[in-house]
T-cell receptor, first 106, second 120 residues
């Protein structure tokens, strides 16, 4: 089974900061990598699919990159509504998620 | 609009089974897979498996093999997830989510979640 490892598990940041979250797969997954945002008590929302394609309606301050085994999610200028938990998910074989990265106020 | 609406919260005794429903609207039910994901309190997302509503084909995570069954009713555009032999470890919010077929797909629409509590 493909394992997904995110880092860091949590981070604290100010509004306006640039934030980067990384996700590593245990084997190559091409660009079959999705990113989701989840707020407390809510279902996850799709942010990015195919490693770097922004889902419809997602602000352009979110971006994704990577292929093979190493991927990143970047928020160029953190906004108050971006404080949430972020998950990567591989869709190469089955659909395993990373353990999540919680982004909160510094 | 595209929507997945799940059944309400349930409390079950250890050893019992639970069935969660997920009613699709706003799109052609048989054109997307339905995935099931669960999340225990304070924990991450755990993918349980998928079902093709057109063919009925399913794929389950090994951890749930033999305990989970995913089915559908095409006439009502409803997917079901049944989990048996419940333990307290199964207490979680269960989500359904649609995705495109095959590798490379993503889940762009999720149900609101169904809380299942397993307690004696």
């Amino acid at each position: 089974d493909i394992q997904m490892t995110q880092s860091p598990s949590s981070l604290s940041a100010f509004v306006g900061d640039r934030v980067t979250i990384t996700c590593r797969a245990s084997q190559t997954i091409k660009n079959y990598l999705n990113w989701y945002q989840q707020k407390p008590g809510k279902a996850p929302k799709l942010l990015i699919y195919a490693a770097s394609t922004l889902h419809s309606g997602v602000p352009s301050r979110f971006s994704g990159s990577g292929s093979g085994t190493d991927f990143t999610l970047t928020i160029s200028s953190l906004q108050p509504e971006d404080f949430a938990t972020y998950y990567c998910q591989q869709s190469y074989s089955a659909r395993a998620f990373g353990q999540g990265t919680r982004v909160d106020f510094k | 609009q595209v929507q997945l609406v799940q059944s309400g919260a349930e409390v079950k005794k250890p050893g019992a089974s639970v069935r969660v429903s997920c009613k699709a609207s706003g799109y052609t039910f048989t054109s997307y897979d339905i995935n099931w994901v669960r999340q225990a309190a304070g924990r991450g997302l755990e993918w349980m498996g998928w079902m093709n509503p057109d063919s009925g084909d399913t794929g389950y995570v090994q951890n749930f093999q033999g305990r989970v069954t995913m089915t559908r009713d095409k006439s009502t555009s409803t997917a079901y997830m049944e989990l048996s032999s419940l333990t307290s470890e199964d207490t979680a919010v269960y989500y359904c989510a649609r995705s495109g077929f095959g590798s490379g797909s993503s889940s762009d629409c999720w149900g609101q979640g169904t809380l299942i509590i397993v307690s004696s």
